[in-house]
């Protein structure tokens, strides 16, 4: 069966082409390159001995888009990665987030409601629950207003693809992930920020390199435990797993409804310093950092409750912090080499 993965290049996309082709699925990347590099099919290639097919396309471009789709009429699947994705990026620029987020969104349904059947996959995020009122965060909790551009076009795109499915063939599973973090065990594939990383762990292992003078801790004065904010780190393979179940569930049609919402987490909340003190006991190294004011569009705290994934998709996280931290340690060492 023929996958079409957008952002297939990217963090989450690469570990999930590796896990749809070690399943047996052929898979086509659809990438525009702006927040990755040509290099990581390289990495896809020695994991699994195979190459994807890979098309360099920007979803924004509509003719582009139909013409994809056109040549690639024997599809199974779409999983949609292809996104901006940084919560303060998104704050200074909202409008490059609307169109990348929304448009890409947009011109990819529009050809797949032109099937007779079509299963699509979405790359969510726990920024639509805003500041949950309750921890940990079921899939039922109401959607809170957005606290940033970024999260603000999740719950958009979560609407436009359940308004479609309503009235098209498509099937969607929603999968709103937590933070996702590590690198895969064999070093070939990892995160790879293109200039200053937005994203915590990648900030804590350059600085832990040496590339980053100190790590700025966004705020001590949260009403958490130690006063930093909690989160819920995720291992990037056991979130690429994830997406290959809920392929499978729509492809073998177990889906109870047009459209299904999943999280995807660990169900337990790790503060900034918490992370920052498994860093330095994974790698042996004292990680100099600074607290500084808290950042705009941050939340105090977010963890999953995960018992819908691990019942209904029988799916659970199998690595712990210590274990996904250890792995971005060594995708660091690797590629600073």
Known sequence: ?????????????????????NEGFEVVVVDNLSNTSLSVLDGIQNITGKVPTF????????EKVQDFFKRHYDISGVIHFAASKAVG?????????????????????QELQQK??????????????????????????SIQTAMSPYGN????????????????????????????????????????????????????TQTGFGLRKELSVYGDDYPTPDGTAVRDYIHVVDLAKAHVIALQRLLNKKNTAKVETFNLGTGTGSSVLEVIHTFEKV??????????????????SAYANTDKANTILGWKAQST????MASAWKWEQKIRR
């Not at 069966?1 to 082709?21: A, D, P, R």
């Not at 912090?321 to 996904?324: S, V």
């Open 1 to 21: 069966m023929k996958i079409v993965v957008t952002g297939g290049l990217g963090f989450i996309g690469s570990h999930t082409v590796v896990e749809l082709q």
């Open 55 to 62: 098309e360099k396309l920007d979803l924004r471009e509509k």
């Open 89 to 109: 990026e998104s704050v200074e620029n909202p409008l490059l987030y609307y169109e990348n987020n929304i448009n890409a969104l947009v011109y990819v349904l």
């Open 116 to 141: 007779p059947e079509a299963n699509f996959i979405f790359s969510s995020s726990c920024t639509v629950y805003g500041q949950a009122e309750t921890m940990p965060i079921t899939e039922n909790a």
């Open 153 to 204: 076009t999740k719950q958009i795109g979560e609407e436009i693809i359940t308004d479609t499915a309503k009235v098209t063939n498509i099937n969607a599973i929603l999968l709103r992930y937590f933070n996702p973090i590590g690198a895969h065990p064999s070093t070939e594939i990892g995160e790879l920020p293109i200039g200053v990383p937005q994203n915590l762990v990648p900030f804590i």
């Open 283 to 300: 790698s042996g190294k004292k990680l100099p950092y600074k607290i500084v004011g808290r950042r705009e569009g941050d939340i105090t």
């Open 321 to 324: 912090l210590e274990q996904a």
